[in-house]
């Protein structure tokens, strides 16, 4: 990745073979290279600065054809060609310039500026979804003040490989944790799920979080786990997604003066395995995110939460005391619809008891 490519607060958005223009017959002379959902082959790949992950997400840049080549006796090599097509399908159908001041002339593209445009829309939603604020009754989302880092955490939140990381093994022959780390370079965090974004539903719940941490500091979180998962040797995922403003110095060849993290989850309460992204490549941005999945038991304690620390370090330079980092912090819990479908209620419900628990006066003899 190049700049501004390998920005270290921005969101990278790279593309995916993917558009609207459904199932297209093509003649002998064209040629469908790219499977579709897989990164596109004109999308740049990563690592990025410091080996931090980027591209950070992938999105729908529409599909791209090519000239089938006109192969020279004794030639070793040949130049693939883009079909140029402006008119035609495939790609994403675009507001174009018309001749005779026509306002109804499209045109078919291709591009990472689509998937970033096609982000932004989502982006947008989901400040929409923050300011119109919580249910009656539910504790208050974040102040505004947060709102940008938690649009940042929860478009990070939605992404995942999904089946394109076993593709890619079989493909080219990877294996192993080094598998991971290449993988990480080329997949980022994966493809956004737009369903699941500003969304929970019966069989997940999704909490979010914003604050402002100093040097040295650490805030512990206490995510309420739904009991309906305790002791059932059942499939289940926690996600927990980082994202933070870093302060940066053009003086240090990370940029980054100061980095935030969470350490996993306690093993025993999760019951599952780290999946996708490589972690340290994961705490190399300023975006930290990182799925746990398993179908063991989960084993809760007597509160039946799971701590999760946001910690805050020096990274090449010190952050001044009393100057602060700006953080979002999105976890989700889920399972299958067939072992429950009451995740959301019973950790919303558990919610409301621990913020009314902690909100409760002391009394003193």
């Given at each position: 990745m190049l700049p501004p490519g390998d920005a270290l607060n921005a969101i990278t958005v790279g593309a995916i073979h993917a558009d609207e223009a459904g199932v297209i017959s093509l003649p002998d002379g064209v040629w469908d290279l790219n499977d579709e959902n897989m990164p596109a082959h004109y999308s740049a790949v990563g690592p990025g600065v410091g080996r931090s992950i980027k591209p950070d997400i992938y999105h729908a840049g529409g599909r791209v054809f090519y000239s089938r080549p006109v192969l020279q006796p004794g030639a070793s090599e040949v130049e693939l060609r883009p079909l140029r097509t402006p008119a035609l399908a495939p790609g994403s159908k675009v507001a174009a310039p018309a001749?005779?001041?026509?306002?109804?002339?499209?045109a078919f593209t291709h591009g990472t500026s689509n998937a970033t445009a096609l982000?932004?829309?989502e982006a947008s939603r989901l400040f929409d979804v923050l300011e119109a604020g919580a249910d009656l009754g539910d504790p208050a989302f974040p102040d505004p003040l947060y709102h940008p880092?938690?649009?940042k955490a929860l478009l990070v939140h939605s992404s995942a490989w999904g089946d394109k990381a076993t593709h890619l093994r079989e493909l080219l022959g990877m294996n192993g944790q080094q598998a991971r780390r290449e993988l990480s370079a080329l997949l980022g965090y994966g493809s956004i799920d737009t369903t699941r974004l500003g969304h929970a539903a019966t069989n997940r719940a999704v909490l979010i979080a914003g604050g402002s941490i100093e040097r040295e500091q650490r805030h512990t979180y206490r995510i309420p786990l739904p009991q309906s998962l305790s002791s059932k040797p059942e499939w289940h995922r926690i996600t927990v997604t980082l994202a933070y403003m870093a302060p940066?110095?053009?003086q240090l060849n990370r940029y980054r003066e100061t980095k935030l993290f969470f350490r996993a989850p306690d093993e025993r309460i999760t019951a599952g395995s780290r999946l996708e992204a490589e972690y340290r490549n994961a705490r190399r941005g300023s975006c930290q995110h990182e799925i746990f999945e398993g179908d063991k038991s989960m084993i809760f304690g007597a509160d039946g939460t799971l701590p999760i620390d946001v910690e805050c370090m020096k990274d090449g330079s010190v952050l001044k005391k009393g100057n602060?980092?700006?953080?979002?912090l999105v976890v989700s819990v889920e399972t299958r619809v067939e072992t429950s479908t009451t995740i959301h209620d019973e950790v919303r419900a558990r919610l409301k008891t621990q913020i009314q628990t902690q909100a409760r006066p002391r009394i003193q003899n």
């Open positions: 001749r005779g001041g026509s306002l109804d002339a499209v982000v932004t829309r880092v938690l649009v940066t110095s053009g602060t980092v700006k953080y979002g």
